[in-house]
């Protein structure tokens, strides 16, 4: 709770601060350093706000999602005063941030554990930009950033990374500070940005509270997360597009089901936490949730090259089938009525795809959409979880890619620990069926691949000819350069996750040619 005194004082500021918002005339949302009365006297924090660093997201043409959150102690429930604080944002055309084209001031409110999430609107395509925030006299670090192209323009290329699974606990995440040298116009995260289980001390770091199952110890978690540096350095450096997978709430989960058994009132509750949490950490073009039910799906056009199409898997999906995460398909899996994306999303996507302009739709996918059997003692077995696990929901996604005639797909996925490069086929039951489309599976950021599962992943691989590179003992991201003629994709792996530092090299390069679906080596 505030003293009296800190809420009278945070009370005047908001008001001083509401009064003037970016109004002065001069562009500049900074007064503070000609009039240092604007934005004080806040109540006292008990530390740096700005612990957490800054992001943006979303990119449009015209505007881009800014983000930071306040929170002194941020694994302990932030350490932030009960009371609503302005925070001043600008966006400069220089690093340097003296040529101010957009500013204002927004709310950091306790009930969203005092992060702001800001669209800075009225900017030009195509073009880099910085921001920063402050809250009192305290600047936050300067984020770079940049808008999507005008719709109708079609850029000589565009280039982006994906990445996925950052596990805190598996290993150090040395990719993070290579990633931030590229030279980008948006990095794609495609879940498993945090985990929610138990510390475990064999590790080569700790989590910080047993397994999270509320919106608070959910916080914590992404608090640690988020307190990386060389994440911190990729948020900063680029704009996000992100989706989620199963463990930014529970492994595993379907709906309103996990495979631990939790009455699904119980895990509803949970669900709801864990979607706000993911809401306040990420740097997206979202409402905040009010709830369980949340619409994450959205597409992000860039221009007529390209358009991102990013998936819920988790939230419509069946619960898994056949009882179990692993093994044969039985009848149930085969349920034409068992979904993956949900009827709306589905419809989504298919009208998305139908009006998409662009010449590469790329879908941001959590799981493995191509087909892959695990032969054991004269049986297929398959990952459920995956799209494996909804065999007619994923004719319908493959129907649909296979519709989209003068159209290129691009299907980049994450969730496997493992990287990849697969056509997709017009029906997997027919291994001579056309190619329809490229799926590139790219590795974690940390997360392992257990070594016990490599002999089988590679005879599972061998087996399924429409795969063409499979490499499991390396963690990384995939960078990707889209041109209107072609769509190249570098592995970039790290020498290892052990030790905070490592080098990076490019092991193995994709490319797509534009009207000519399936990938071959570069
Ligand atoms: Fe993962």
């Known amino acids: 709770m505030l003293s009296r005194r800190q ?3 945070a009370l005047a500021a908001s008001a001083v601060v509401g009064a003037c918002s970016d109004s002065d005339g001069d562009g500049s949302a900074f007064p503070g350093r000609r009039s240092t009365s604007t934005t004080g006297p806040l109540p006292r924090l008990d530390g740096p706000a700005f612990t957490l660093g800054v992001a943006s997201g979303d990119p449009r043409p015209d505007s881009v999602i800014l983000w930071t959150r306040l929170a002194p102690d941020p694994v302990h429930g932030g350490g932030m005063p009960d009371a609503d604080l302005p925070v001043v944002w600008e966006v400069g055309r220089d690093e340097r941030i003296r040529d101010v084209v957009a500013s204002g001031v927004a709310t950091a409110s306790p009930r969203h554990a005092h992060s702001v999430h800001v669209d800075a609107t009225g900017l030009e395509p195509a073009r880099t930009y910085w921001y920063r925030f402050r809250v009192g006299e305290e600047e936050s670090p300067v984020g770079r950033t940049r808008t999507a192209p005008e719709d109708d323009a079609t850029p000589e290329r565009l280039r982006f990374a994906f990445a996925s699974c950052s596990h805190w606990q598996d290993g150090y995440w040395t990719a993070y500070p290579h990633l931030a040298e590229e030279d980008l116009d948006l990095v794609v995260f495609l879940g498993d940005y945090i985990y929610e289980g138990d510390p475990n001390p064999a590790k080569v770091r700790q989590h910080n509270s047993p397994r999270v199952r509320t919106l608070e110890g959910y916080r914590n978690r992404y608090g640690l997360y988020k307190g ?8 900063a450096a680029f704009p996000w597009v992100s989706v989620w997978d199963d463990h930014e709430v529970a492994n595993d989960y379907g709906g309103d089901t996990e495979p631990l058994g939790t009455p699904p009132d119980e895990f509803l509750r949970r669900r709801a936490g864990a979607y706000q949490a993911w809401y306040e950490h990420m740097p997206v073009r979202l409402e905040a949730p009010r709830g369980p039910d949340y619409r994450m799906y959205r597409s992000v056009p860039y221009g007529r090259l390209a358009a991102f199409h990013l998936l819920d898997e988790r939230q419509y999906r069946d619960p898994l089938a056949c009882d179990a995460s692993i093994g044969t398909l039985c009848e149930e899996a085969e349920d034409p009525a068992r979904t993956m994306l949900g009827e709306d999303q589905e419809r989504w996507l298919a009208e998305r795809l139908d009006r998409s302009g662009a ?7 959590s799981v493995v959409l191509s087909k892959t059997a695990i032969p054991i003692g004269g049986q297929d077995i398959f990952n459920l979880d995956q799209w494996d696990g909804y065999p007619p929901a994923r004719q319908r996604m493959l129907d649909l890619l296979a519709e989209r005639e003068d159209g290129n797909a691009v299907v980049v996925t994450g969730d496997l620990h493992a990287s990849g490069v697969g056509d997709l ?14 799926e590139f599976l790219g590795t974690s950021i940390s997360s392992e691949f257990d070594e016990d599962y490599l002999d089988i992943a590679e005879r599972a691989v061998r087996q399924a000819p429409w795969v063409q590179f499979f490499e499991a003992r390396h963690r990384g991201y995939v960078h990707c350069e889209v041109t209107p003629d072609a769509l190249r994709s570098d592995y970039r792996f790290v020498a290892s996750v052990d030790q905070p530092e490592s080098t990076i090299g490019t092991a193995s390069s994709w490319v797509v040619e534009a009207g000519n679906p399936g990938a071959q080596e570069a």
């Open 359 to 365: 010449t590469w739709d790329v879908l941001a996918n």
């Open 228 to 235: 990386d540096a060389g994440l911190q350095a990729v948020h």
């Open 425 to 438: 086929l017009a029906d997997f039951e027919d291994e001579r069926s056309r190619a329809i489309a490229t």
């Open 7 to 9: 809420f009278l004082a």
